[in-house]
């Protein structure tokens, strides 16, 4: 019998071990995950050039860390940026843990510089512009841990763990939670051998993440755990040259602009920006490849990428807003043979697609080398594509060449945390002994706020006893 199970080993599961390590606890914590450890984490693209769709779990999303490990590995630093727990717990309280957690951070080697920090003046120049074009500029300091650095920093986290007493089985698929009544007692998992195994606890907390949120969903419907279908974002990765994007770069590291383009008045934003950084696709176990983006400390490309997102939440009788999502994905995978498709801004001005030898005479080279070139709008819905196209032109104000013929959009890049768990502030959902953290609860958006999640869980643990 454990004390707690924590499903899933990214920031907010690692986090919730962690902090109750750090407050002396002895509780006997075992943390699954389906992936490797983050040292045994690595994505063979560097070698063959392309992806060959690892099995049975892409590295790059699956492992100690979760994506954490290699995407951009940001720290937002604002409670206006991550998500919508301040909703949940007040934004006073999510500001206060976002300095504590980000002291987590420094503490096990995160670099002390915080990007975006000064520069008034020159920050009061980008928001006029950015009210000019009908957009919100939210100014976020960011603490950047570079792709290869964030790998070094939860390397040691992990190791601290393990040197505690805190068990981790990897390569472990959990199957199901273990109910009696309306009282989780634990968790059922298909071992390495592939024979069902069972593990019980006195408190078990599911945090999969992006990449687990459809798991999730499901486990939500079978046990009836009250959740609402959320918000699902669609939408593309932009590329452009660094020379475009050099003055937010040096002043920002990354501008979040927030807009609502005519005439669907949707939500669209930046999220992601990766100066100097690489595009890079993911997998995911339906095989589906989507587009990110990441960026190292030390290795820099001649690029800027960054991700344009549109927001909708769709209302009854639709309940499926992951599936929705995937559905998009699938029909953008099938038109690039089961790759990320590209595509230049001004080839979809003019309605064409994009032909390989354009790519290869332009100033803009691909840092996602393997793309094909095609036509995104072929398979993008109408709503979306529009928004996206609206809100570059906007952007284009604030950041003069954005809009250029060149500039390239990659697709599908999608947010699998449309589905929302109902909780307390102690992340409480309906069902006794379980809880939900991190982006699969649909409270949270990134690093940060995930980790967060996790300290306060553990906090509200310590309290109850």
């Not at 109910?179 to 007692?185: I, P, T, V, Y």
Request: a negative charge.
């Amino acid at each position: 019998m454990y004390d707690l199970i924590i499903v899933g080993a990214g920031p907010a599961g690692i986090f919730t071990a962690l902090e109750l390590v750090k407050k002396g606890r002895e509780d006997k914590i075992l943390i699954i995950e389906k992936g490797r450890p983050v040292e045994n984490r690595s994505c063979p693209k560097s070698k063959t050039k392309e992806c060959v769709n690892c099995k049975p779990y892409c590295n790059i999303t699956t492992g100690f860390s979760g994506a954490g490990a290699f995407s951009d590995g940001k720290l937002s630093l604002s409670p206006e940026v991550g998500g919508e727990l301040p909703d949940l717990i007040g934004t006073d309280v999510a500001e206060e843990m976002i300095k504590y957690t980000d002291g987590l951070y420094l503490d096990f080697g995160a670099d002390d510089k915080v990007e975006g920090v000064g520069n008034n003046e020159k920050v009061k120049e980008i928001r006029r512009k950015a009210i000019k074009a009908s957009l919100k500029l939210v100014d976020c300091p960011i603490r950047h841990l570079g792709t290869e650095k964030a790998q070094d920093i939860y390397y040691k986290i992990e190791q601290y763990l393990l040197q505690n007493g805190v068990e981790i089985m990897f390569g472990t698929h959990v199957e199901d939670i273990i109910l009696e009544a309306d009282d989780c007692k634990g968790i059922t998992f298909i071992d390495k051998q592939g024979v069902m195994q069972s593990k019980l606890a006195k408190r078990t907390v599911i945090a999969t993440g992006r990449r687990g949120a459809d798991w999730l969903e499901k486990i939500c419907e079978a046990h009836n755990i009250i959740h609402e279908a959320g918000i699902v974002d669609i939408g593309v990765r932009v590329e452009c040259r660094n020379e475009i994007m050099e003055e937010v770069n040096n002043v920002l590291y990354e501008s979040k602009l927030i807009g609502y383009p005519k005439p669907f008045k949707n939500k669209v934003r930046t999220f992601c920006q990766n100066p100097g950084g690489f595009v890079s696709q993911e997998n995911y176990d339906n095989d589906l490849a989507v587009v990110n983006g990441h960026s190292y400390k030390e290795l820099k490309s001649n690029n800027t990428n960054l991700s344009i997102l549109c927001s909708a939440k769709f209302t009854e009788p639709f309940n499926q807003p992951i599936a929705y999502a995937q559905k998009v994905g699938e029909l953008t995978n099938m038109l690039g043979n089961g790759k990320v498709l590209v595509q230049r801004y001004g080839d979809i001005l003019d309605g064409k697609r994009t032909w390989q030898h354009e790519l290869n005479n332009s100033n803009l080279k691909p840092t996602l080398m393997d793309a094909v070139a095609g036509d995104i709008t072929s398979a993008m819905p109408y709503r979306p594509m529009l928004n996206i196209i609206n809100f570059i032109k906007a952007v284009d104000e604030v950041v003069p060449g954005f809009a250029s013929d060149e500039t390239l959009l990659y697709s599908p890049e999608l947010k699998f945390y449309s589905n929302k768990i109902k909780m307390d502030t102690d992340f409480n959902t309906n069902i006794s002994n379980l809880h939900c953290l991190g982006d699969s609860s649909g409270w949270t958006r990134g690093l940060m706020m995930a980790s967060v999640m996790g300290v306060m869980m553990a906090r509200s643990i310590i309290d109850r006893k």
